[in-house]
């Protein structure tokens, strides 16, 4: 076992939550300390960027919410100011204001663990008719919904990094300040920033295919690499950003088989003269040694999976990385008419649900099979494949028992499943199940009060129609990759609740996710032992309850 591989293990222990203790945190939230929510260069140049009013999104009925999983029917948007605008507006922008009790606070498209935002957005383009006039790397500045340049390069390089790729493609870099989340949060903070990353990969997605656009995760790209090309890596201190990923983005029509940019571009990035200084998020810091620790230890080093993909298929027999198929999903009917972006602008985390609600069988099951990988080309993004099935507490879906159960998403999963847990486990499929679904009950009793005790002692895990605990293929995708790979099975987690989130908000209802959960508790509550599967995210679906005293405001007034 490599000392990375162990020191990953030591920090995935050593942050759960447990009954009779919690991971270490503060033991109080120290206000002043605050970190500011927005990342700003001062002293650069701004581009204002084009900005939606709630009002003419809503009168915007197309592309429908069901169109944007087959992005390659809908007629691509010409790259220009205008669809920059939308991409960016439609993804990380702010979409409103809430009020309450003089205190005003913004909401973002992409959510956030305690809404503390840890994820930073970059853009690297090459010239766009009547908008860029050079190559550039840029900030996405939300607060503004402005892009702040960092650099500009010459064409000769963006002609080298874009070679391979589509016509109009162009990239988008992600990052992450851990001491955003790890002020309130403490230890598991590193965990919660990698969920940020994967609602963030799904929102950048879902925006891009209302455009006609697709993403692919450069997943052979190396962490050091990412950094010099989002102009980051001389950055030291408890506000350092940390690369996370780099994503290619182009016409869906196109097919993208690149897993990186070529490794001779980069360095001319080194000796770029990089534009803006770093606004202070807090006047002090508190150190969390094992976040830096788990950060360091979690750096991908550059790779060839994609590049060699055919002579890898020759030499072992076997694919390690998975290729998705285009969507196959049977469309519903009642969705072809809800507008995508009143969708995607109005998602909102549940705070309470109505425990008298029932949502409808044919939802529930809707919902399960748009999270199969082969369904959904929201999942392209997971490039080394689908690691995490879904362990199910259903307490008020219509038709179904209320019982735990298990939704496998990769079906060849369920007999390693079975030995895993229980052996008195029903693994009953439900007569009204659709036979394409692994969907097993397990216990048929009711089981909202131990949901919640599991997810923290949070009601909105009882009084939700269900809640999603995702158990992750553990040690062996750690084994067969290295320690690299463990952010990426929260991405996918994370890509996971933001399609909940849009479902729910499309059909009616509101989605929460829910990091604070103990771990090895329900582990034993299954049966499971070892690494083999681990619990990396819950998340709950039901019917909102209004939020009193709480008034909601434009995102961007004039």
């Not at 908008?131 to 402005?146: C, E, G, I, Q, R």
């Not at 029509?253 to 990035?269: D, K, L, V, Y």
């Not at 990759?481 to 209802?509: M, S, T, V």
Request: proline share 7%.
């Amino acid at each position: 076992m490599t000392a990375e591989l162990e020191t990953i293990l030591a920090y995935h222990q050593e942050s759960k939550h447990n009954f009779k203790a919690y991971a270490p945190g503060p033991h109080h939230l120290d206000l002043p300390l605050k970190p500011d929510p927005f990342l700003n260069y001062h002293g650069t140049r701004l581009l204002n960027l084009e900005i939606w009013s709630d009002e003419q999104i809503k009168a915007e009925l197309f592309p429908a919410y069901e169109q944007a999983f087959s992005p390659e029917k809908l007629k691509p948007f010409e790259l220009n100011a205008e669809s920059i605008s939308r991409l960016f507006f439609d993804s990380f922008a702010i979409s409103a204001w809430k009020m309450a009790g003089g205190t005003k606070w913004p909401l973002r498209v992409n959510p956030s663990s305690g809404n503390l935002h840890p994820t930073e957005v970059y853009l690297l383009s090459g010239p766009v008719k009547g908008f860029l006039k050079n190559p550039s790397v840029f900030h996405y500045a939300p607060l503004l919904h402005a892009l702040e340049l960092r650099a500009e390069f010459p064409r000769k390089t963006w002609e080298l990094l874009s070679s391979g790729f589509p016509e109009g493609t162009f990239f988008v870099g992600l990052s992450s300040i851990f001491w955003r989340v790890s002020w309130k949060y403490g230890l598991r903070a590193f965990r919660y920033a990698q969920h940020d990353l994967g609602h963030a990969i799904a929102a950048l997605t879902f925006a891009a295919a209302g455009l006609g656009w697709k993403t692919s995760l450069l997943a052979d790209m190396g962490s050091e690499e990412i950094a010099v090309l989002l102009g980051i890596s001389e950055e030291i201190g408890p506000e350092k950003q940390e690369p996370a990923c780099l994503l290619a983005v182009y016409p869906a029509g196109e097919t993208c088989n690149r897993g990186r940019i070529p490794s001779s571009a980069i360095p001319a990035f080194r000796n770029l003269s990089w534009e803006g200084v770093p606004n202070s998020l807090s006047p002090e810091h508190v150190e969390w040694v094992g976040i830096e620790k788990a950060a360091s230890a979690a750096q991908k080093k550059g790779t060839d999976y994609f590049e060699n993909k055919e002579a890898e298929e020759k030499k072992s027999g076997t694919l390690v990385v998975s290729s998705l198929k285009a969507s196959s999903f049977e469309n519903r009917p009642e969705l072809k008419t809800v507008p995508l972006r009143s969708v995607i602008r109005g998602r909102r985390s549940a705070i309470e649900m109505d425990n008298s609600a029932y949502m409808e069988k044919e939802i529930f099951y809707a919902m399960l099979q748009k999270t199969l990988p082969e369904n959904n080309p929201i999942f392209n993004t997971l490039a080394f494949g689908s690691f995490t099935h879904l362990l199910l507490f259903v307490n008020r879906v219509k038709d179904l028992l209320p019982g735990l159960y298990i939704f496998l998403r990769k079906p060849e999963e369920k007999e390693r499943f079975k030995a895993a847990i229980r052996p008195d486990f029903l693994w009953e499929k439900p007569k009204n199940c659709p036979s394409d679904l692994e969907f097993y009950l397990l216990m048929e009793e009711t089981l909202h009060s131990f949901a919640a005790q599991l997810s923290c002692a949070q009601r909105k895990a009882a009084d939700a129609c269900f809640t999603a605990c995702m158990l992750s293929e553990f040690k062996e995708p750690l084994n067969r990759f290295g320690a690299w790979i463990y952010p990426y099975l929260f991405w996918e987690c994370g890509i996971l609740g933001q399609l909940l989130y849009l479902e729910a908000e499309a059909n009616g209802l509101r989605g929460c996710g829910i990091g604070c959960f103990f771990d090895d508790p329900l582990h034993d509550a299954i049966g499971l032992k070892g690494l083999e599967f681990q619990d990396l995210y819950h998340f709950a679906v039901g019917y909102p309850l209004p939020e009193i005293g709480v008034i909601t405001l434009p995102a961007y007034e004039d």
